[in-house]
């Protein structure tokens, strides 16, 4: 059986790709480390936004596993513009799946690129990983194994966040293991 768990990066000073982790979230990420270190992990993809890198980065130094950063897995972009009404906007993409806003992406589009690389996983020799990314990301993500997930469940969401995917064949077992 192989595990993944899929981690929401800690608490960040704000959404820019290189928002930094506030004083909390370097704390979190500490206690992440102390939660995760003895799961047998061997293998750790993260988003290349900073706040993601910098949520695994104490538990990749603990456990002497190299962080390998992936496009893949930053966060979805809803809009190309500031709408102050995206969360509106936010909850209909999960009911229709296709509807993308002009300069985002559809949440389908997002999907597929996050399984992708849960299918990588899978495919590797590797037993235990874990993928650091984050909310809307990983709610699609668990979305396309659970249906039901969806805007409630993203907003239910606390940074830092940790979910076990454990697959016995192509639909994994899922259970929220770890919230703040």
């Known amino acids: 059986m192989k595990k993944i768990y899929i981690v929401r990066h800690c608490q960040a000073e704000g959404q820019a790709a290189d928002a930094p982790l506030t004083e909390q979230g370097l704390q979190q ?14 293998r750790i993809v993260s988003s290349s936004y900073r706040r993601a890198h910098d949520t695994i980065t104490p538990l990749a130094d603990r456990i002497g596993v190299a962080v390998v950063l992936d496009a893949r897995l930053t966060e979805r972009i809803l809009s190309g513009r500031n709408a102050p009404e995206w969360r509106e906007m936010l909850r209909r993409t999960y009911e229709d799946l296709d509807l993308c806003f002009e300069g985002g992406e559809s949440s389908r589009t997002a999907m597929h690129r996050a399984v992708s690389v849960v299918h990588e996983v899978l495919q590797s020799s590797n037993r235990n990983a874990v993928m650091v990314s984050h909310g809307n990301l990983i709610s699609l993500l668990l ?36 919230n703040s």
């Not at 469940?153 to 940074?159: I, Q, V, Y």
């Open 29 to 42: 990420s500490l206690e992440l480390a102390e939660f995760l270190h003895d799961k047998g992990i061997d």
């Open 143 to 178: 979305k396309h194994y659970d249906n039901q997930i969806g805007f409630n469940e993203w907003e239910a969401f606390s940074n830092p966040d940790v979910y076990k995917l454990s697959f016995r064949s192509d639909v994994p077992e899922i259970r929220r293991i770890w």
